[in-house]
Nanobody, 119 residues
Framework: QVQLVESGGGLVQPGGSLRLSCAAS????????MGWHLQAPGKERELVAI???????NHADSVKGRFTISRDNAKNTVYLQMNSLMPEDTAIYYC?????????????WGQGTQVIVST
C-alpha cells in the first residue's frame, strides 16, 4: 500500500517561511510527477506547484518568486519551500504523486498539512 505523509505545516507570521515535506512509502515501481495543492476554507483545491521526475518545476502564478518546489528521488520526497508568506496563503496543503504500481499508474494524495499565516 502506498502512502504519502506530509510534514512541516504550522503557524507563521506574515513574511515568514515554512518548508513542507512529503514522503512516499510502500511498495511501488516509480514516481513520475509530484506536486502540491492547497485548499483554503470554503474554496476548491488548487494547484500550487508540480515537478517532473527529472526535476522540471512549474509554479502557479500566485506563488512564483515566493514558493519553490523540489524533490529528492532517492528519498521519494517532494518539498515546498514557502517564503514571504501572506495571510492569503493560509490553507491546507496537500501533496500528490503519480505512482506506478505494477502496470498501472495512479495519483496518490497525502492527508494534508495545515498552514496558518497570521499575526
Amino acid at each position: 500500500q502506498v502512502q504519502l505523509v506530509e510534514s512541516g505545516g504550522g503557524l507563521v507570521q506574515p513574511g515568514g517561511s515554512l518548508r513542507l515535506s512529503c514522503a512516499a512509502s510502500g511498495s511501488f515501481l516509480s514516481i513520475t510527477d509530484m506536486g502540491w495543492h492547497l485548499q483554503a476554507p470554503g474554496k476548491e483545491r488548487e494547484l500550487v506547484a508540480i515537478i517532473t521526475r527529472s526535476g522540471s518545476p512549474n509554479h502557479a502564478d500566485s506563488v512564483k518568486g515566493r514558493f519553490t518546489i523540489s524533490r529528492d528521488n532517492a528519498k521519494n520526497t517532494v518539498y515546498l519551500q514557502m517564503n514571504s508568506l501572506m495571510p492569503e496563503d493560509t490553507a491546507i496543503y496537500y501533496c500528490n504523486a503519480d505512482i506506478w504500481v505494477g502496470f498501472s499508474k495512479k495519483t496518490h494524495w497525502g492527508q494534508g498539512t495545515q498552514v496558518i499565516v497570521s499575526t
